[in-house]
Nanobody
Framework: QVQLVESGGGLVQAGGSLRLSCEAPGNIFGINFMGWYRQAPGKQRELVAGITSGDITNYADSVKGRFTISRGNTKNTVYLQMNSLKPEDTAVYYC????????????????WGQGTQVTVSS
């Protein structure tokens, strides 16, 4: 099964920065969306940031102004620059990609990374 490859997680102090990277296999075509989700212990998985094929971005309110999502020159690559990290950002971060399948009927395929741990100490 196709799986995204993530990197960049780690342990940082509050106020520090991390940069997450995610790369999809080159044989994934027609990507509509790439984004980052996170899940903290005892909480539901939430969308942190997303970017469409048209480079339209969206962020969770809790990370606006601190996190930046971007796509690499290779369209199958996405980054999440995380600045001014807070202990509340501690979670497992998952990369997500959705690609176009059939057009009629409309269909998408979804892929996930295995998750990378981000821990922010106070």
């Amino acid at each position: 099964q196709v799986q995204l490859v993530e990197s960049g997680g780690g342990l940082v102090q509050a106020g520090g920065s991390l940069r997450l990277s995610c790369e999809a296999p080159g044989n994934i075509f027609g990507i509509n969306f790439m984004g980052w989700y996170r899940q903290a212990p005892g909480k539901q998985r939430e969308l942190v940031a997303g970017i469409t094929s048209g480079d339209i971005t969206n962020y969770a309110d809790s990370v606006k102004g601190r996190f930046t999502i971007s796509r690499g020159n290779t369209k199958n690559t996405v980054y999440l620059q995380m600045n001014s990290l807070k202990p509340e950002d501690t979670a497992v971060y998952y990369c997500n990609t959705r690609r176009r399948g059939s057009i009629n009927p409309p269909r998408e395929y979804e892929y996930w990374g295995q998750g990378t741990q981000v821990t922010v100490s106070s």
